[in-house]
């Protein structure tokens, strides 16, 4: 079992998404991540600027900008362009980010979904097989490493979640970012690891329902009309007003541009948004679901 791909590449390590991850053979180098890294280093100290003072002059916290000079983070192009103009860089980090093709953990399939992601004006996830990467907990992400088939090492368990733990830091590194989604509520009742990683789970999920930019609504267990049965789905719209899907299934994903397939996912979160409980009824159905445990 792959408890869902969502575009993860575990060649030898990594993975960004929902789930456990598939086998691979071939590692995905970040030498180019490490250079382009170097060069907005540079390019900041030559200017001289800290860290801290560089951060709001890009419109990103400290710990991304360092994250991204480390060479552990896929810079978003907008970074990319308010560093080359804030730092005066003669067009260097601008020409170094055009050699960034390459993201550990990435497969190639999932990477134009990922780079939208990081620049998305609204995302909306809908989940029937486990809780999205975005929501998920160390214990339950940890939970799904340990239970992959093949299995994995403890190291490559341990790479996989800390790059599942530095992609959540989208819900609060992007506060202008519209995050929704809609999960099962049989996701809650399933008890994965335990009662414990539920518990944690659920106050988990309820304290990121209280960000400004996130929403969560519960598809109740009982629900005679249900607009989401052929399977889980993603929309996104870019900051030009475009909108695109990305659906997965065993062992890979899809990424759809085709304005027709695209409208008739928009229908479908459309309709289940309305078939879900409101916004106060799911938080309250969680918390009664944590309270049982």
């Not at 978003?76 to 980010?97: T, Y």
């Not at 029937?128 to 214990?139: D, F, V």
């Not at 009742?189 to 990121?208: A, C, M, P």
């Not at 996130?214 to 030009?240: F, I, K, N, S």
Request: proline share 5%; glycine share 8%; with cysteine.
């Amino acid at each position: 079992m792959t408890h869902g791909t969502d575009g993860i590449d575990s060649t030898t390590y990594g993975t960004f998404g929902n789930g456990g991850g598939r086998s691979g053979t071939e590692p995905e180098p970040q030498y180019s991540l490490k250079v382009f890294g170097e060069v907005v280093k540079a390019c900041r100290k030559r200017a001289g600027l800290t860290q801290e003072q560089f951060a709001p002059l890009v419109g990103y916290s400290p710990e991304t900008v360092a994250s991204i000079e480390q060479g552990r983070r896929f810079p978003p192009q907008d970074v990319v362009e308010r560093a080359e103009a804030v730092l005066d860089a003669f067009g260097v980090i601008r020409g170094a980010a055009k050699h960034l093709t390459r993201r550990k953990g990435l497969a190639s399939w999932f990477r134009q979904w990922a780079q939208l992601e990081l620049e998305a004006l609204s995302l909306y996830t809908y989940e029937c097989r486990l809780i999205p990467g975005l929501l998920q907990t160390p214990a339950y992400a940890r939970t799904l490493f340990a239970d992959r088939l093949p299995p994995l090492a403890d190291e490559q368990i341990e790479v996989q979640l800390a790059a599942r733990l530095e992609r959540q830091q989208l819900l609060r590194n992007r506060p202008n970012t519209a995050f929704s989604f809609i999960l099962e509520e049989h996701l809650f009742l399933r008890d994965l690891g335990g009662e414990e990683v539920t518990r944690e789970l659920i106050d988990h999920i309820l304290d990121l329902s209280e960000l400004r930019n996130v929403e969560v609504q519960v598809m109740p267990l009982v629900r005679h009309h249900h607009a989401g049965l052929d399977g889980p789905m993603r929309l996104l719209e870019t900051p030009e007003h475009q909108w695109c899907a990305y659906s997965e299934g065993q062992m890979y994903g899809q990424f759809i541009s085709d304005p027709k397939v695209v409208s008739v996912i928009q229908m479908r979160c459309a309709s289940m948004r309305s078939q879900a409980l409101s916004l106060d009824d799911s938080k309250s159905l969680m918390r009664r679901m944590r309270g049982a445990r």
